[in-house]
């Protein structure tokens, strides 16, 4: 499974395997995406965005063997799929044994210098965007999302998915730095 969230070509694929019309696929997303927020909500979770996204992007990870061998009804698909989300996110998770190791202060230096690199390597645009983004705290981290979304113009998931995807680059783009800073 794609830990880091779906690639562009893995999510049109979805849209198409939900309906051949991109707009009546948009909906059926946004119908199904609600609906599994409504579903975690209804059982108690806080992190409902976050667990619905998951579930998302397990389904999207498997849209190549979905589209030749899944017959019947995507949603239900998802719903499934969100069952096995919700059952391992109320696991009991074992005390850690030992605290991990703190990080020494070069291996910081280090990676926010890649990161500040990384970040200038990005298009203007992307950049001002994931930095954006991140501002702030709590409500007012929520406020500025949703404002920032209204001003591109974006849903909120949409605006989500697409600092998803700039996420995606700065991570690869680190870790590149980061093996070739050790050889």
Not at 127 to 152: P, T
Request: glycine share 4%; hydrophobic share 30%.
């Amino acid at each position: 499974m794609n830990t880091e969230g779906p690639t562009q070509e893995e999510f049109e694929k979805l849209l198409r395997w939900l309906d051949p019309d991109r707009d009546k696929a948009g909906e059926k997303y946004q119908k199904i995406r609600n609906r599994l927020i409504g579903v975690f909500s209804s059982r108690g979770c806080c992190d409902t965005d976050d667990l619905a996204d998951k579930s998302i992007n397990v389904v999207t990870s498997k849209i190549d063997w979905l589209l030749g061998n899944y017959v019947g009804e995507p949603a239900l698909y998802f719903y499934g799929v969100a069952k096995k989300i919700y059952l391992e996110s109320i696991k009991p998770k074992p005390p850690p044994n030992v605290d991990p190791p703190d990080p020494q202060p070069q291996e910081v230096e280090e990676l926010a210098t890649h990161l500040d690199e990384c970040l200038e390597a990005l298009p203007q645009p992307d950049r001002d965007l994931v930095l954006r983004y991140h501002e702030f705290e709590k409500q007012e981290k929520i406020q500025n999302r949703k404002s920032l979304a209204e001003k591109l113009k974006l849903s909120r998931n949409a605006l989500r998915i697409k600092v998803c995807h700039i996420h995606s680059k700065l991570k690869k783009c680190i870790e590149l730095r980061l093996r070739g800073s050790s050889t």
